[in-house]
């Protein structure tokens, strides 16, 4: 049996102000908020505002990635979500 913990990703939506794309995320038998501001949306992967969604489920394994990591870490807000913005990006992101 192994001890590998498991994170389920859930269907994404477009928050309704449009300023991020929202997903739960299930890691270590809690349910998370991820947060994909759209900021990092438009500079990293050059979207635009009528095509966030398609962004992030175009780059989800590299955000997802970065998800991952800002669980482990401990990187979660008071109200259960992890915030990955530009800056965050930009610290967790492999290049």
Do not use: H, W
């Amino acid at each position: 049996m192994s001890n590998q913990i498991e994170y389920i990703f859930g269907e994404p939506t477009l928050r309704r102000n449009k300023d991020a794309v929202i997903f739960p995320i299930g890691y270590d038998d809690a349910i998370y908020k991820c947060v994909v501001k759209s900021e990092l949306l438009k500079k990293y992967f050059n979207a635009s505002p009528s095509d966030l969604l398609e962004s992030y489920i175009n780059n989800k394994i590299q955000i997802n990635e970065i998800a991952k990591k800002l669980l482990i870490s401990g990187n979660i807000t008071s109200n259960n979500e992890v915030l990955i913005t530009t800056e965050v990006f930009k610290d967790y992101s492999p290049d």
